[in-house]
Nanobody, 121 residues
Framework: QLQASGGGLVQAGGSLSLSCAAS????????MAWFRQAPGKEREFVAA????????DYADSVKGRFTISRDYAKNTVYLQMNSLKPEDTAVYYC????????????????WGQGTLVTVSS
């Protein structure tokens, strides 16, 4: 089970931090990631992190502004979002994969409920 939190309303240029806590079969998690879905658009990859090594991957649209990190002991992944833009407005979902290092949402086995991030101009 994944529980995401931390969304909200922020002005352009501001910052927000999201967190996602995993519970249950956490020993089987290989990769944790963030995706987002803006109104009328498909869910897209934002960032991913390997749970054991901490190796990361970012979508070009957020590289240099967002940072994904994890607390291995707490089974929690974070997304620090800086220099937010109105186009970052979306519902953000955390996801976990037991076996795949991928940007494809179909490769993720578990999903959180989503948290809304709204960036005003």
């Amino acid at each position: 089970q994944l529980q995401a939190s931390g969304g909200g309303l922020v002005q352009a240029g501001g910052s927000l931090s999201l967190s996602c806590a995993a519970s249950g079969r956490t020993f089987s998690v290989y990769v944790m990631a963030w995706f987002r879905q803006a109104p009328g658009k498909e869910r897209e990859f934002v960032a991913a992190i390997k749970r054991s090594s901490g190796f990361t991957d970012y979508a070009d649209s957020v590289k240099g502004r967002f940072t994904i990190s994890r607390d291995y002991a707490k089974n929690t992944v974070y997304l620090q979002m800086n220099s937010l833009k109105p186009e970052d407005t979306a519902v953000y979902y955390c996801a976990a994969s037991a076996s795949s290092w991928s940007r494809r949402r179909s490769m993720y086995d578990y999903w959180g409920q989503g948290t809304l991030v709204t960036v005003s101009s």
